[in-house]
């Protein structure tokens, strides 16, 4: 008698156990559907704020490739450049780069270029930067990011590309320095990074596997 109490209550366990795990994966599916869905709206979102839609007509989402360099993209991870196009023809492209030199840590930004070169703008996608001070990189918190809009390479010359506090043209916060200067540097290495490989990347192909630019 004991004994097959032992053996039903060990079924009823193994059972609860069955059910109590396919409900946790069940959960964890939907909950991992949802936080893809979430990344890829926040991600459209500061797409279409650095890249117009009126100014594409292709997927620029799907439109993606991936790319390396440490030097100028400022991390050693691959990171999604995508791309814009107008009746088939190059517009421009969107960089997901890294100010690796904030205050408080690295600073992931989203820079939009046009196919010549010309900064469409910036925005910051992560950082740790400190609140009241570091985050008026933030397009909430102040315009300071907009100051990029309509720059490029030449405009401002090489020693333009700096806060005014080194000689350079762009504004640093009150109390601040150190977090303006990494964007500023960061947005500047990334024009670079465009500059000296445009061509291959809009020749790429879409989801192409990762490859070291120059």
Not at 83 to 89: E, I, L, M, S, V
Not at 189 to 195: A, C, H, Q, S, V
């Amino acid at each position: 008698m004991l004994g097959k109490h032992m053996g039903r209550s060990a079924v009823l366990l193994g059972l609860f156990a069955l059910v109590g795990t396919g409900l946790v994966a069940l959960i964890f599916t939907g909950t991992e559907e949802r936080i893809a869905e979430s990344e890829r709206q926040f991600m459209l979102r500061n797409l279409h704020a650095v890249i117009k839609p009126e100014l594409h007509d292709n997927d620029i989402f799907h439109d993606m490739i991936t790319v390396t360099n440490p030097q100028r993209l400022g991390t050693k991870d691959p990171v999604p450049v995508f791309r814009a196009r107008k009746n088939g023809q190059p517009a421009a492209l969107a960089i997901t780069s890294v100010a690796p030199d904030g205050y408080v840590g690295p600073i992931k930004i989203l820079v939009g270029i046009t196919f010549d070169g010309t900064v469409l703008g910036v925005r910051v996608l992560s950082h740790r930067e400190t609140p009241g001070l570091g985050d008026g990189i933030e397009e909430k918190r102040s315009d300071w990011v907009f100051g990029f809009n309509g720059h490029a390479l030449g405009n401002p010359q090489d020693k333009g590309w700096a806060v005014r506090r080194d000689g350079g043209q762009f504004d640093q916060f009150t109390g601040a320095t150190i977090t303006p200067r990494a964007i500023v540097k960061a947005v500047y290495n990334t024009l670079k990074f465009y500059e000296q490989n445009r061509e291959q990347l809009f020749q790429k192909s879409p989801l192409s596997p990762v490859e070291s630019a120059h």
